[in-house]
């Protein structure tokens, strides 16, 4: 889920239209002077970044870089985020660095963004754990830094002007987007054996043509319908995909992968339909039984790619033209919908690490 941190410059009277606007639009993480923590904290549950120790915010500021001297401020507060005004090819190294230590947060700003230099940290700290900020100076900068190498930054610092840049703000990062699906040729349709199965269940309602990307492997991930169907065997789940083996990948609305088993209520999980449309959804729960299950491969440009899913009528992926079909009733030869995801290298940097699946 991408975020946003608001920057709240002046006294409570001036910022108070500005702090209210972004509660009320979903947005509760901001960098404030001391003398309004207290206020703020007044509006609700909020996420306050600071320099300032006293009083103590969630997250403290720092501007230092060394590791050394960051490992030992970490050591008392373990909510940091780091500063750094990238200026040389050393500023984004020192980026790196942070992360490989496990600082939370790194913000980042430059007088002059240029491309490349928010690529090279996004390629950098992609599959780590550090969330990067960037300090976005306009609503056209902010889309960028969201849409640069397809998965943007983790999210953005931002000063408004005026209530309405950020309503404007907070459609930018709810616009939805769009993944290529591909109609891939069933190769083998084979029963495999008992084995724990995941159903996720959301806070949306879902919508026939709808589901989630699910895999064995992570470069190729399947459609899997959301259980919308009438049938003669169950009731309709809107809600719910069930989306297969413990062992699978799912993506989620951050574009990054989860295993299956790994999901709990909260988490933010993509929600794709037939035409490769895409939402974030919330997940509320998420059931794990034994059930009997069916291994699928499908082939796409000499490559194979599996899922398993549990051997049910109710269970259905997606065919190439848009209509969900049983599992129960897939044959060889049938084509349904995958998405793809290319291991690609940015500047000699993996974005996804290039490995072999089977």
């Not at 190729?220 to 003669?232: A, K, R």
């Not at 009731?235 to 062992?247: M, Q």
Request: aromatic share 6%; net charge negative; proline share 3%.
């Amino acid at each position: 889920m991408k975020r946003i941190i608001i920057r709240l410059n002046g006294s409570w009277e001036d910022i108070k239209e500005l702090a209210v606007t972004s509660m009320t639009s979903g947005i509760n993480a901001f960098v404030a002077d001391k003398s309004v923590i207290s206020q703020l904290k007044q509006l609700g549950s909020v996420t306050v970044f600071s320099p300032s120790e006293n009083p103590k915010p969630d997250v403290l500021i720092v501007t230092e870089t060394s590791p050394e001297k960051i490992l030992r401020i970490m050591e008392h507060e373990k909510r940091v985020a780091c500063w750094v005004n990238i200026k040389t090819k050393k500023d984004e190294e020192k980026v790196s660095e942070l992360s490989k230590i496990g600082v939370p947060y790194v913000i980042v700003e430059t007088e002059d963004w240029k491309i490349i230099p928010i690529e090279n940290l996004i390629a950098e700290l992609h599959k780590s754990a550090t969330e990067l900020y960037a300090e976005a100076r306009n609503l056209d900068e902010a889309k960028t830094l969201f849409q640069t190498l397809e998965i943007g930054v983790d999210g953005v610092l931002f000063t408004p002007k005026t209530a309405k840049e950020i309503i404007e703000l907070k459609k930018i990062i709810e616009m939805p987007k769009r993944l290529e699906l591909t109609a891939a040729k069933v190769v083998e349709v084979n029963e495999v054996g008992s084995g724990d199965r995941v159903c996720v269940d959301t806070c949306s309602l879902l919508r026939e043509g709808e589901g989630m990307l699910v895999g064995s492997q992570s470069q190729g991930l399947f459609l899997i319908h959301s259980e919308t169907l009438q049938t003669e065997f169950a009731t309709p789940r809107p809600f719910r995909v069930n989306a297969g083996a413990v062992h699978a990948y799912v993506l989620m609305a951050d574009g990054k992968t989860k295993y299956l088993s790994e999901l709990e209520a909260g988490d933010n999980v993509l929600a794709v339909d037939y035409q490769g449309n895409c939402r974030e959804v919330v997940v509320g729960r998420v059931k794990i039984e034994k059930r009997p299950l069916l291994i699928v491969k499908v082939e796409l440009d000499r490559k194979i790619f599996k899922t398993l899913v549990q051997n049910a009528e109710t269970v259905n992926l997606v065919d190439k033209d848009g209509k969900p079909v049983s599992v129960a009733k897939l044959k060889k030869g049938d084509e349904i919908l995958i998405y793809t995801i290319t291991g690609g290298r940015h500047f000699g940097k993996s974005v996804e690490e290039t490995i072999v699946e089977k």
